[in-house]
């Protein structure tokens, strides 16, 4: 069973800086392609970034570009998502994903979810 926990989440001022990190256990990471997306109150879940089993292929949302950051380190089973220039429109719950059939990072077809770790971004 794949098991992905996040971590880093928090509260932050508006302009502030997060990491957040998703280790994932119970199979060797580097035959999936990672991503993270988010949920704010009211809104459907959407993808923010994904990365590329090996991690040479990227896309992010429109919405984080040349702020958020997404990389991964297939050795220690971890992904991060470093993200910078935060803004209150930001605030959601992130989640990690995995997933090993996706055809494009794009129409990422998730098999295991993180439950999922609360940003704040305070103005």
């Known amino acids: 069973q794949v098991q992905l926990v996040e971590s880093g989440g928090g509260l932050v001022q508006a302009g502030g800086s997060l990491r957040l990190s998703c280790a994932v256990s119970?199979?060797?990471?580097?035959?999936?392609?990672a991503a993270w997306f988010r949920q704010s109150p009211g809104k459907e879940r959407e993808l923010v970034a994904a990365i590329s089993r090996a991690g040479d292929v990227t896309i992010d949302a429109d919405s984080v570009k040349g702020r958020f950051t997404i990389s991964r380190d297939n050795a220690k089973n971890t992904m991060y998502l470093q993200m910078n220039s935060l803004k209150p429109e930001d605030t959601a719950v992130y989640y990690c994903a995995a997933s090993g059939r996706s055809r494009t990072l794009s129409d990422f077809l998730v098999d295991y979810w993180g439950q999922g770790t609360q940003v704040t971004v305070s103005t």
């Open positions: 119970g199979r060797i990471f580097s035959i999936f392609d």
